[in-house]
């Protein structure tokens, strides 16, 4: 039987590590017709792999980038240079070995990574229809030129067949995460990822989830995620759940369909979420997340300026975006706020304004992330922008961090504004400085070892900052 090997090459931990949901749903609908193994690189950063391509004599290796880099504008991480030295030359160096390069990362940057990882070839989106179709035509040698998302070396973009790519309903299958690869890497700090839906119908100035994933929502049934939630329950025990969605309230009725069945079911589970999308938000539906379980909201508004929202085409109010804020303090559900400046348009009143916004609206125990710069990828909005105002040239490659900040000011002034808002207000905390250090982290671990915290890990680092600046300020 043919023999694949799929390689998970994220081993980022910063601000929690993620496992390879993606990769573990491919291998399901590959294992059907092949042999299959994961190989999860996070646990090792890559020492292991070239002993298991050894053992396992794989032939075919698919490779999955995750992310290309950290999308911090004043410390930036490019994590291709890693892979390729970690991951791709060491197989490189093995004989006979096919590369198939594929994931999220991959899919926004197909040509440019394929060059600079020497990918044999490249699946852009998601592969479980068009992976198994590349590999059964490879080995039965029949024509390859029509596979939906194939990329070959030298071509710039992925074939679309003559149809949308995302055209294809969403998998029908769980994960099974648990039997794939070793999960205790991700207990700690990490979460086991539950996807309820693919795509993404807005068009955020920035965002490459309608580039990775589609325009249009593809949904899976309430009662078919609420299985495998439980099963993953009844393997692994008490973890925590992340709900992986572009945004989880989108369409409303499918986010409180799902809550209404983990609450039928008196499932005593723990879920947290990203992406609530202030014009869907209500207190009924804060009122089930509650109930259902959740125990953290990651709410990524990038800003409380109206003019801002406009530019990067948001579709909520500031109005919508204050009854969220009230809506998640009577809920007393834990938050996590996300802003960005430095976009189209922005000035220092637009910062006052979404400063003002924090502190009107924002729960104290809560943290605020603040970072600077939009990362400019091909395909989106911003891109377009910033070629317009001769930021980049149309011909410019994207591939190492490349950002946009309003040439209004300086990169150099934005960070000083932010600086001086941030540094009388403990629960806003720079992306530049949102790695707790050690010692934070282990006074942290103490804390809710001794209280017996249940509460998520940034309240009680949020804790730990709020102690060490009220007493650096007595």
Same mark, same amino acid.
């Given at each position: 039987?043919?023999?694949?090997?799929?390689?998970?090459?994220?081993?980022?931990?910063?601000?929690?590590?993620?496992?390879?949901?993606?990769?573990?749903?491919?291998?399901?609908?590959?294992?059907?017709?092949?042999?299959?193994?994961?190989?999860?690189?996070?646990?090792?950063?890559?020492?292991?792999?070239?002993?298991?391509?050894?053992?396992?004599?794989?032939?075919?290796?698919?490779?999955?980038?995750?992310?290309?880099?950290?999308?911090?504008?004043?410390?930036?991480?490019?994590?291709?240079?890693?892979?390729?030295?970690?991951?791709?030359?060491?197989?490189?160096?093995?004989?006979?070995?096919?590369?198939?390069?594929?994931?999220?990362?991959?899919?926004?940057?197909?040509?440019?990574?394929?060059?600079?990882?020497?990918?044999?070839?490249?699946?852009?989106?998601?592969?479980?229809?068009?992976?198994?179709?590349?590999?059964?035509?490879?080995?039965?040698?029949?024509?390859?030129?029509?596979?939906?998302?194939?990329?070959?070396?030298?071509?710039?973009?992925?074939?679309?067949?003559?149809?949308?790519?995302?055209?294809?309903?969403?998998?029908?299958?769980?994960?099974?995460?648990?039997?794939?690869?070793?999960?205790?890497?991700?207990?700690?700090?990490?979460?086991?990822?539950?996807?309820?839906?693919?795509?993404?119908?807005?068009?955020?100035?920035?965002?490459?989830?309608?580039?990775?994933?589609?325009?249009?929502?593809?949904?899976?049934?309430?009662?078919?995620?609420?299985?495998?939630?439980?099963?993953?329950?009844?393997?692994?025990?008490?973890?925590?759940?992340?709900?992986?969605?572009?945004?989880?309230?989108?369409?409303?009725?499918?986010?409180?369909?799902?809550?209404?069945?983990?609450?039928?079911?008196?499932?005593?589970?723990?879920?947290?979420?990203?992406?609530?999308?202030?014009?869907?938000?209500?207190?009924?539906?804060?009122?089930?997340?509650?109930?259902?379980?959740?125990?953290?909201?990651?709410?990524?508004?990038?800003?409380?300026?109206?003019?801002?929202?406009?530019?990067?085409?948001?579709?909520?109010?500031?109005?919508?975006?204050?009854?969220?804020?009230?809506?998640?303090?009577?809920?007393?559900?834990?938050?996590?706020?996300?802003?960005?400046?430095?976009?189209?348009?922005?000035?220092?009143?637009?910062?006052?304004?979404?400063?003002?916004?924090?502190?009107?609206?924002?729960?104290?125990?809560?943290?605020?992330?603040?970072?600077?710069?939009?990362?400019?990828?091909?395909? !989106?909005?911003?891109? &377009?922008?910033?070629? @317009?105002?001769?930021? %980049?040239?149309?011909?410019?490659? =994207?591939?190492? +961090?490349? $950002?946009?900040?309003?040439?209004?000011?300086?990169?150099?002034?934005?960070?000083?504004?932010?600086?001086?808002?941030?540094?009388?207000?403990?629960?806003?905390?720079?992306?530049?400085?949102? !790695?707790?250090?050690? &010692?934070?982290?282990? @006074?942290?671990?103490? %804390?809710?070892?001794?209280?017996? =915290?249940?509460? +998520?890990? $940034?309240?009680?680092?949020?804790?730990?900052?709020?102690?060490?600046?009220?007493?650096?300020?007595?």
């Amino acid at each position: 039987m043919t023999r694949v090997l799929l390689v998970n090459t994220n081993t980022e931990r910063s601000p929690y590590p993620v496992p390879p949901l993606g990769l573990c749903l491919l291998a399901g609908v590959l294992s059907e017709k092949f042999q299959v193994k994961v190989y999860d690189g996070f646990a090792d950063s890559g020492a292991g792999l070239s002993g298991l391509v050894n053992d396992f004599s794989p032939d075919f290796i698919g490779l999955s980038i995750r992310n290309i880099d950290n999308l911090v504008f004043h410390n930036s991480r490019f994590y291709p240079e890693d892979i390729l030295h970690k991951f791709v030359q060491p197989l490189k160096n093995i004989p006979g070995t096919i590369l198939i390069g594929g994931g999220s990362g991959f899919s926004v940057m197909p040509a440019e990574l394929m060059a600079y990882f020497g990918f044999d070839y490249g699946l852009v989106g998601e592969a479980e229809f068009s992976f198994p179709l590349l590999l059964t035509n490879l080995i039965e040698h029949k024509d390859i030129s029509d596979i939906p998302g194939l990329i070959l070396p030298g071509e710039t973009k992925a074939r679309a067949n003559g149809a949308n790519r995302h055209s294809y309903g969403l998998t029908q299958r769980f994960s099974r995460i648990y039997d794939l690869i070793d999960f205790e890497p991700y207990r700690q700090r990490g979460a086991y990822p539950i996807q309820t839906k693919r795509g993404c119908i807005h068009n955020c100035l920035y965002c490459t989830y309608p580039v990775v994933e589609g325009n249009t929502f593809r949904k899976r049934p309430a009662v078919e995620t609420v299985d495998e939630i439980e099963d993953a329950q009844q393997h692994l025990g008490d973890i925590l759940f992340e709900i992986v969605d572009s945004t989880f309230n989108d369409p409303c009725t499918h986010a409180e369909l799902l809550c209404e069945e983990i609450i039928q079911r008196k499932l005593k589970v723990r879920l947290r979420t990203m992406g609530i999308n202030p014009a869907n938000a209500s207190p009924g539906l804060f009122s089930l997340m509650h109930q259902a379980g959740f125990t953290q909201i990651d709410s990524t508004p990038d800003s409380a300026s109206p003019l801002i929202l406009s530019n990067l085409k948001k579709n909520f109010t500031l109005q919508q975006l204050q009854n969220n804020a009230r809506f998640l303090k009577e809920s007393n559900l834990p938050v996590m706020w996300f802003f960005v400046f430095g976009g189209p348009g922005e000035t220092e009143q637009t910062i006052a304004e979404t400063f003002e916004f924090i502190d009107a609206y924002v729960c104290h125990d809560d943290m605020v992330h603040i970072s600077t710069g939009l990362r400019i990828f091909p395909q !989106t909005g911003l891109h &377009e922008v910033a070629i @317009r105002e001769g930021i %980049i040239a149309p011909e410019a490659s =994207l591939l190492y +961090p490349t $950002f946009y900040v309003t040439p209004n000011m300086t990169a150099e002034r934005l960070m000083e504004i932010l600086r001086t808002y941030t540094a009388t207000r403990f629960n806003c905390i720079l992306s530049t400085e949102s !790695t707790p250090s050690p &010692e934070m982290l282990q @006074r942290a671990m103490e %804390i809710r070892a001794r209280e017996q =915290l249940s509460e +998520p890990m $940034f309240r009680t680092l949020m804790r730990v900052r709020r102690e060490e600046l009220s007493g650096k300020n007595e």
